[in-house]
């Protein structure tokens, strides 16, 4: 009798599961709060000696006495910065733009259709990623100067489009789309360029976004390439002119604020592309 009295007695004690899990929970927020504090901590520090008055005390040294927007205004207000802001726009966009189409068009290519070397082409396409920007730097750089490439806005960004794993990338999604839609749309007499618009295009929009989002970063904080092409201060891109700057012995908050502002279009980027990039990844796996 007392052994059957007990056992409902502890099992009423026992806490519920839910809580026990709660319990467990807590480590791991204090984890991952440090780590967010640890990662935004040198933004934090960058935005406040970007605005940290012209001459003042700042950060690292002691907190500014007050912030200000002089230095932003006077950097916008120079040619040279908005010329780079320009030139990387330009070199970011356009090659995001034709990145895509070329990607998508290849990528469907091959994966919905049969053609002789199909797989071998596709594999060597993908064995040039082994293969280091850095090996192929020097005659890309002869050969585009010898077609009077240098200096120039199709010089910078016509050798960066031919993207190996954006085609990957575009492949392994458009594999996972059922056949019957391609199938459907032949049988109603859709042509290929009606296909590719109307059925490949929307149904890719989630890798599309996410593979947009990674070609604009990657052009938009390329370095070494502009740096071997844009000759004059004209055709310099943000990195390269921001690299000018530090060389050039230019104040600390001048070459803050000029990150900052360098930082702010990708994480616009990000906030607006921000759902797609959450619905890729949801999707990741699915038929």
Known sequence: MTLTATRPAAAAVRPPVKARRRSFRWPLWVLLALVSVITVSPFAVMFVVALSPPGSPTLPAQWPESLSLDTIVNLLSSSGFVGWTVNTVIYALVSVVIILLTASMAGYAFAKKRFPGRDTMMWAFLATLM?????????????????????????????????????????????????ELFEAAKVDGASEWRVYWQIVIPLTKPILATLGVFVFL??????????????????????????????????????????????????????????????????????
């Not at 390269?240 to 530090?246: I, K, T």
């Not at 980027?269 to 619905?279: D, G, I, K, M, T």
């Open 131 to 179: 293969v280091p920007f850095q090996a192929t730097l020097i005659p890309m750089f002869v050969l585009i100067s010898e077609l009077g490439g240098v200096d120039t806005f199709w010089g910078l960004i016509v050798p960066t489009l031919a993207n190996s794993q954006a085609v990957f990338l575009m492949r392994q999604f458009i594999l996972d789309l059922p056949d």
């Open 218 to 287: 990657w052009h938009w904080n390329d370095f070494l390439w502009p740096l071997v092409m844009s000759q004059s201060d004209e055709m310099r891109t943000l990195t390269v002119g921001l690299a000018s700057m530090r060389t050039e012995g230019s104040p600390l908050a001048v070459l803050m604020a000029s990150a900052a502002l360098s930082v702010l279009p990708c994480l616009l980027v990000f906030a607006v592309l921000q759902r797609y990039l959450v619905n890729s990844i949801a999707m990741t796996g699915l038929k």
